[in-house]
């Protein structure tokens, strides 16, 4: 066990890959003799060499499809797009032949492509270093789509993919990277070093797809949520004293559903938080679910927390984030008597 | 147009619930203020409840026999300019108030299963969550009997168990079968049972339930012993007689009962251990220097017993008068609340009906009650002589926790000495 923050546990999880299989290769923007903006491949180019760990241009389109061609040829290219509002360029590539195929050759050719890319605000990044774009990646048939909270799921999270035969958007929300925020800007950060989550195994370990995290047991309400949003849920909740059980999905396609119906049967209770815009978003199909699953059981409306449906603001960020005080008024209302 | 909430009023100190008698309204029907709307019931006396405002009821609480906890919405209006306007379907008053009338009376041959009887014109979308709409379907609530009491009107849990509280009460007391309600189980909903056609049903409700629920629980906890003596009441009988001789023609003749209230008022100050008040709760036996006599009265609705306060301050004509009083307004069922509570020890006679002996129950938390039964002449050696005497028996109970059998026995041979020697009532020891 080692304390690592989130960039190091990514490093640390592209460092073991690179050195168990020779197939695995990295690919993005400065990754390489730079070591990546977020210095999340620091290094690795310098121990694995040029043809392993490859500087591209700046075009999405190129290193998504360069990733596809190369998977299909053998090969397990782990691209990084430098922020997902740069992703846009490549999403033909991704949803026109990476995502479908393995369903368009009838399972004849596959594409182990995992796509790492920094997610979300709270760093001042404005509307172009600052958007949660998963939603429109959960809507594509054929991707599976991650995003961990912290360094433990990172690491084990991205050697799951890495190792997984399909494609895999691999969201790392950036406010997170260096410690676990609670959605206080005001406060002094806070490091993984203080956290158990921060605790991270040196060697080769995995965390599966498909399975969410029970962050916090409670009774009273369940709050679904992921990302940057699970530490602001923990705070709110903590806030008004009440019993929440906070759920991080982590793995939004495959979606844990059990551990969602489960809770939310017993708390009758729920609120979905994320930081994407609302409409359309992730949480409605979440929200959905919950409906149809667990209609007879729920004590209230279900309550949605979201960002608000502009684009990511340069000014007024902390206006737009959805903080503690919005998760609040939802569990406020979800509690009201019913 | 705006809603008002008429809660529960306190009827009385101490009160923490009442009964719903009979409902004058009906949802949909329009009422003026201070009109009648519900007849409810204490753990003593009816009172009925007039209309607060003026409006259109929207929803009511609680059938017929339900109880409801004093500050529990009773029932909802629609007030302000249009409230009447707005219910142009709905009947006049008095014709409303008959549906809720009739219901209450076919109460008796036809209960219903879940006691709580669905009102009529409740055509709005009930608000409530899909996890009580659940709960209701599974414990076999009609939701459209429940009041919501949450926001905007909404029906939270708690209004869905006291519903559910108040089917359990009323179906364990209607007798009707199947375990419907029972609490928030997942029993299946109540089965009717088929009811013979010879059988008639009667729910138990209102004055009845309450009369058994407290003769149960004083023959439960009270160890009861009774002790009867015979009383020559001939003396007794020749005062009254003259006493009745000196009246004004119509004025209301004299029994037996108001000599023989003042008699025990006198030995009670002999035997205070019989003049007590047994607060269970606290293990305390509270004795009363007054005598505050319970007298047992039938009435059309049942037994009730109104109380003659500081009985051993009143003289004889007052203590009839008094007598007369209370024991009519019980009749005439308008009695209130503090008529019919508050006795520390209580008599019980039923005049010509009255037989020879009996063992009467006392009336909790009393430790004593005095039966007296019916006065006959007979034939009784007297001074070695054959000679006829009237007699009457003194049939009387005691808790023997409390009252040991030597003092029983000693205070009734007491009052047996006044009542034989009936001057002795009047002659201060």
Redesign the interface.
């Known amino acids: 066990m080692a304390n690592m923050n989130m960039i190091q546990a990514l490093n640390s999880a592209m460092d073991i890959m690179l050195g168990r299989d020779p197939s695995v290769v990295l690919m993005g923007e400065d990754i390489g003799y730079f070591g990546g903006v977020f210095r999340t491949t620091e290094g690795l180019q310098r121990k694995y060499g040029e043809h392993r760990v490859l500087d591209t241009p700046i075009a999405e389109g190129g290193i998504v499809a360069t990733a596809i061609g190369m998977a299909v040829n053998g090969l397990r290219p782990v691209a990084e797009i430098q922020f997902a509002d740069y992703i846009y360029p490549g999403f033909d590539q991704i949803v026109s032949e990476l995502a479908r195929l393995r369903y368009r050759s009838a399972g004849e050719f596959f594409a182990p492509v995992t796509i790492r890319t920094p997610c979300g605000g709270g760093i001042r990044g404005g509307q172009t270093h600052s958007q949660s774009p998963e939603g429109i990646f959960t809507h594509v048939s054929g991707l599976k789509v991650l995003m961990p909270s912290n360094p433990y799921d990172a690491k084990g999270l991205l050697i799951t993919a890495i190792e997984d035969d399909d494609p895999v958007i691999f969201f790392e929300p950036k406010r997170l990277y260096n410690g676990p925020f609670d959605g206080d800007p005001a406060k002094p950060a806070v490091p993984w070093s203080t956290h158990a989550k921060g605790q991270v195994p040196e060697g080769h370990y995995t965390v599966p797809l498909g399975l969410a995290d029970v962050v916090r047991s409670g009774s009273q309400l369940t709050i679904l949520t992921y990302g940057t949003m699970v530490f602001v849920a923990l705070a709110a909740a903590a806030s008004l004293g009440v019993d929440a059980e906070v759920i991080d999905l982590r793995s939004l396609i495959p979606l844990d559903v059990d551990t969602i119906v489960s809770s939310v049967k017993r708390t009758?209770r729920c609120v979905v938080a994320h930081e994407a815009t609302r409409f359309s978003g992730f949480g409605a199909e979440i929200l959905s679910i919950v409906q149809e699953e667990c209609?007879?059981?729920?004590?209230?409306p279900i309550q949605r927390v979201a960002g608000w449906d502009t684009p990511y603001p340069h000014a007024f960020e902390w206006e737009y984030f959805p903080g503690q005080a919005r998760v609040a008024t939802a569990i406020e209302a979800v509690m009201?008597?019913? | 147009m705006s809603q008002f909430v008429f809660k529960m009023p306190d009827l009385g100190e101490g009160t923490v619930e009442a009964e719903i008698v009979a409902w004058h309204t009906a949802p949909g029907a329009v009422v003026k203020e201070d009109e009648v709307i519900v007849e409810v019931m204490t753990d003593k006396a009816s009172v009925e409840v007039p209309a607060p405002v003026s409006g259109r009821v929207i929803s009511i609480t609680g059938a017929p026999g339900d109880k409801v906890a004093v500050g529990s919405p009773l029932i909802v209006f629609e007030t302000g300019a249009g409230a009447a306007a707005a219910a142009p379907a709905s009947p006049a008053p008095g014709a409303a108030s008959e549906p809720a009338r009739s219901a209450a009376a076919s109460l008796a041959p036809a209960p219903s299963a879940g006691g709580a009887v669905p009102v009529a014109g409740a055509a709005a979308r009930i608000m409530t969550s899909p996890a009580n709409r659940r709960r209701a379907r599974e414990a076999g609530i009609d939701l459209s009997t429940v009041v919501g009491t949450g926001p905007g009107g909404r029906i939270v849990r708690e209004d869905l168990l006291a519903a559910a509280e108040s089917t359990v009460t009323a179906s364990a007391a209607g007798a009707t079968s199947g375990a419907g309600g029972a609490g928030m189980s997942r029993a299946a909903p109540a089965q009717r049972v088929e009811v013979p056609a010879e059988t008639s049903e009667t729910k138990v409700i209102g004055l009845r339930r309450l009369i058994a629920e407290r003769m149960s629980e004083a023959k439960r906890t009270i160890p009861h012993f009774s002790y009867v003596e015979e009383v020559d009441v001939t003396e007794l009988e020749a005062l009254r007689a003259h006493l009745n001789s000196k009246l004004a023609k119509g004025a209301p003749t004299l029994t037996y009962l108001p000599l023989i209230v003042t008699a025990l008022t006198r030995v009670l100050e002999s035997f205070p251990q019989c003049n007590v008040l047994y607060d269970a709760a606290r293990g305390v036996l509270i004795r009363h220097r007054a005598a505050h006599v319970g007298i047992a009265t039938q009435t059309p609705e049942g037994l009730k017993v109104p109380v003659v306060r500081n009985a051993q301050a009143l003289g004889l004509w007052a203590l009839a008068a008094e007598i007369r009083r209370v024991t009519e307004r019980a009749r005439a069922n308008k009695a209130t609340r503090e008529e019919l509570v508050g006795s520390t020890i209580t008599i019980t006679s039923l005049g010509k009906l009255g037989g020879i002996a009996s063992t009467p129950i006392i009336n909790a938390p009393e430790v004593a009650i005095i039966g007296l039964n019916k006065a006959v002449d007979r034939a009784v050696v007297l001074q070695g002589a054959v000679a006829v005497r009237r007699i009457m028996n003194l049939s009387s109970s005691f808790d023997h926790r409390f009252v040991d059998g030597y003092d029983a026995a000693a205070m009734i041979q007491a009052l047996k000495e006044l009542l034989e020697h009936p001057a002795m009532i009047f002659i201060p020891r």
């Open positions: 009758g209609f007879w059981q729920l004590e209230a009201e008597s019913a």
